[in-house]
């Protein structure tokens, strides 16, 4: 059955694509949900401006998306979380804990484009993979420590008080 997509729809086209599917499918779930309509070439035309003012956002969004994999890439984190004598933690570190942390270091992540296996359940270094697309991926390191191990550098709040005292 071919269908005219009136959304993006993962793994299947964007918006304005003509695409195939299995009849069930697009019975079922695509023409009840409004997802898709039975192409036309009146509908076809209706919805070409649309469609190439969402390729150029799709391509302006991609665009944002390399330059973040390219800033991620190799960045190490540190998160703080309470663990108990052999090192296991009381709760677990998910992927929107990892994603604030990024965020709070100044990187534009969500927590959607964490991709990794189970939480992460114990103290340590740990490596992640961020997918922002099927094509683009990067690794970070995580450090999970307990609370008070990260060690703030002090170099920056004792260089004005240095600078204050000469000033005296």
Known sequence: MKLLLLEDVPSLGYFGDVVDVKDGYGRNYL???????????????EIETERAQRAEERRIE?????????????????IESNANDIGRLYGSVTEADIAKALQNAGYEVQAKHIAMGPHITQLG???VTLRFAPDLKAKIKVNVVMPG???QNAEPEEKPEAAAEGNE
Request: no cysteine; aromatic share 2%; proline share 5%.
């Open 125 to 127: 270094s740990f490596d």
């Open 62 to 78: 991609r665009e944002a998306l390399v330059k973040t994999t390219d800033k991620v890439a190799d960045v190490e984190i540190s």
């Open 31 to 45: 023409l009840p949900q409004r997802i898709a309509v039975v192409p036309t070439d009146s509908k076809i035309k």
């Open 149 to 151: 191990a990260i060690v």
